[in-house]
């Protein structure tokens, strides 16, 4: 799987969108973006993913460049729930059963 | 429907004890699979199994056994507990929606 890289962290105001970057610039065509946020050491939970369309959901908007070297996680307003752990991984996305390949990820704080 | 059941959440081991951590899922998953995380890291692939009967190693499978009779249990085994186990542990099952992976709420473990 192609290796990713995140700013190890990030601030928010509250009620401001949350940007988060990630790079990825060895992902192969077959490779999806998936992003996964982890809340005070509980389980990850799966946010968005996408391939090379733009992505948008209940959670988030993912904005996958034209090349698909590079993504963004976008929070439209962050809440202070938000405060987490955010992990973008790609992986092969056509069957299940491919192992995830967690980082470190980007600490975000969203402040009052 | 309760997704992803972990027990126990907390134990507390000495060095050489055995002990078997338990998951079960109830969504008819077919691909389940064990992580660890240590403090600061993020997750490590210990084990994983793509269906009943068929397991696999990961990353970092050694001191690890694990089985899978059951599409809904996949437990794990410490068979000699040692302090470098000391981590919180996280399953997780995957179905139909390649890469959306649905996590337990963990599994504290410390060896002393």
């Known amino acids: 799987d192609a290796k990713t890289t995140q700013p190890p962290s990030m601030d928010c105001a509250e009620g401001r969108a949350a940007n988060l970057p990630c790079n990825h610039s060895?992902?192969?065509?077959?490779?999806?973006v998936y992003w996964y946020r982890q809340i005070h050491s509980q389980g990850p939970q799966y946010i968005i993913h996408?391939?090379?369309n733009n992505e948008t959901n209940e959670m988030a908007s993912l904005i996958i460049t034209e090349d698909r070297k590079s993504s963004t996680l976008i929070l439209p307003h962050a809440t202070l729930r938000d405060t987490a752990v955010y992990y973008c991984?790609?992986?092969?996305?056509?069957?299940?059963?491919?192992?995830?390949?967690f980082g470190k990820g980007t600490s975000l704080l969203v402040t009052p | 429907n309760a997704g992803v059941t972990q027990t126990p959440k907390f134990q507390v081991l000495k060095t050489g004890q055995s002990m078997t951590l338990q998951c079960a899922q109830d969504?008819?998953?077919?691909?389940m699979s064990w992580y660890r995380q240590d403090p600061g890291m993020g997750l490590r692939l210990i084990h994983y199994?793509?269906?009943?009967?068929?397991?696999d190693q990961g990353e970092v499978p050694n001191g690890y056994n694990v089985s899978r009779s059951t599409t809904e249990d996949f437990p794990l085994r410490l068979l000699s507990a040692a302090p470098s186990q000391t981590s919180v542990y996280f399953c997780?099952?995957?179905?139909?929606?390649?890469?959306?992976?649905?996590f337990g709420e963990g599994s504290r473990l410390t060896v002393l």
């Open positions: 060895t992902i192969s065509g077959n490779e999806y």
């Open positions: 199994s793509v269906g009943a009967g068929i397991t």
């Open positions: 991984i790609v992986r092969v996305g056509s069957n299940s059963g491919y192992a995830l390949n």
């Open positions: 969504m008819n998953h077919e691909y």
């Open positions: 997780a099952s995957e179905g139909a929606a390649p890469g959306e992976l649905f």
């Open positions: 996408g391939l090379k």
